[in-house]
């Protein structure tokens, strides 16, 4: 039977997470994997971050079809469809492509005034997904579709900037700009704090304080550590700085780690 390992695999993925996450989170993906099982009918996500479609992935196993996209190949939140195997066109992901128009000739607008926008409007940040711009005045946004009219009604304003929601064809999604860059830093030490340290410029006690605050993720995972050891394809957020992804390791001859990230700062830090 399916389930009959469902428990171990829960077991696991809470040893991953440890006491950073809530289990509401392994709960929730829980039900949605039980739902496609039981119901044999295919159950859509909402929208879920890579670290929270890991965690999904380990409970479903090779049990049920697994299925993700965030309306663009290069999206970061994604919907994940679960089915007893059916192949889906991109429709039943039920992704509405949102067009912000604004007078852009003379606003500028950006994706922390966007994102607050969305989130202080009512609704979930499950219900949207990636916030992208071509960096020539152009925004869009992912989100459910049941939720289209609601931010065509509700969203009238971000920030002081009158704005429209316009829907647009899956043709005419943006091609999102990369602000990121790359980076190279010598460490005598993989641990997170180290590492953090040494890119953010602040003090080790600084980092440990912002641990302490819930301002530091890996693999889109609150930490509640400073001693955590890191590796390859790892991804750091410290919030008001910015993100990085660990693209490689190497040693100098003095024995150091010569690590190569590419990074995404917030504007103040560039």
């Given at each position: 039977?399916?389930?009959e390992?469902?428990?171990?695999?829960?077991h696991?993925?809470?040893?991953?997470?440890?006491?950073?996450?809530?289990?509401k989170?392994v709960?929730?993906?829980?039900?949605y994997?039980?739902?496609?099982?039981?119901?044999?009918q295919?159950?859509?996500?909402e929208?879920?971050?890579?670290?929270q479609?890991?965690v999904?992935?380990?409970?479903?196993?090779?049990?049920?079809?697994?299925?993700e996209?965030?309306?663009?190949?290069?999206?970061?939140?994604k919907?994940?469809?679960?089915?007893?195997?059916?192949?889906?066109?991109l429709?039943?992901?039920q992704i509405?492509?949102?067009?912000?128009?604004?007078?852009k000739?003379?606003?500028?607008?950006?994706?922390?005034?966007?994102?607050?926008?969305l989130?202080?409007?009512?609704?979930?940040?499950?219900?949207?997904?990636?916030?992208?711009?071509d960096?020539?005045?152009?925004w869009?946004?992912?989100?459910?579709?049941?939720l289209?009219?609601f931010?065509?009604?509700?969203?009238?304003?971000?920030?002081?900037?009158?704005?429209?929601?316009k829907?647009l064809?899956?043709?005419?999604?943006?091609?999102?700009?990369d602000d990121?860059?790359?980076?190279?830093?010598i460490?005598?030490?993989?641990?997170?704090?180290?590492?953090?340290?040494?890119?953010?410029?602040?003090?080790?006690s600084?980092?440990k304080a912002?641990?302490?605050?819930?301002?530091?993720?890996l693999?889109?995972?609150?930490?509640?550590?400073?001693?955590?050891?890191?590796?390859?394809?790892?991804?750091?957020?410290?919030?008001?700085?910015?993100?990085?992804?660990?693209?490689?390791?190497g040693?100098?001859?003095?024995?150091?780690?010569?690590?190569?990230?590419?990074?995404?700062?917030?504007?103040?830090?560039?």
């Amino acid at each position: 039977m399916a389930l009959e390992n469902i428990n171990q695999r829960k077991h696991y993925v809470e040893g991953i997470l440890g006491e950073t996450e809530s289990s509401k989170l392994v709960d929730k993906l829980l039900h949605y994997y039980k739902k496609a099982l039981y119901s044999n009918q295919p159950v859509l996500s909402e929208f879920l971050n890579p670290g929270q479609r890991a965690v999904l992935k380990i409970l479903v196993g090779s049990d049920i079809s697994f299925q993700e996209f965030g309306g663009y190949p290069a999206a970061e939140k994604k919907r994940v469809l679960l089915s007893e195997g059916a192949s889906y066109s991109l429709d039943a992901f039920q992704i509405s492509i949102c067009q912000i128009v604004y007078p852009k000739k003379f606003v500028r607008l950006n994706h922390s005034m966007i994102l607050g926008s969305l989130a202080n409007s009512g609704i979930k940040t499950e219900t949207f997904g990636d916030i992208i711009t071509d960096n020539y005045g152009n925004w869009q946004f992912m989100a459910d579709n049941k939720l289209l009219p609601f931010f065509q009604s509700e969203l009238q304003y971000i920030g002081k900037t009158k704005v429209s929601i316009k829907q647009l064809p899956q043709t005419s999604v943006l091609v999102p700009a990369d602000d990121s860059k790359m980076a190279t830093v010598i460490v005598a030490s993989l641990r997170l704090d180290a590492l953090l340290s040494a890119i953010s410029k602040l003090s080790r006690s600084q980092i440990k304080a912002a641990v302490s605050a819930k301002l530091v993720k890996l693999n889109w995972f609150t930490v509640t550590e400073t001693n955590l050891m890191l590796q390859r394809d790892d991804v750091l957020s410290l919030r008001k700085f910015g993100r990085l992804q660990i693209t490689d390791i190497g040693q100098t001859k003095k024995g150091k780690y010569k690590v190569v990230l590419k990074l995404w700062q917030a504007k103040k830090y560039r």
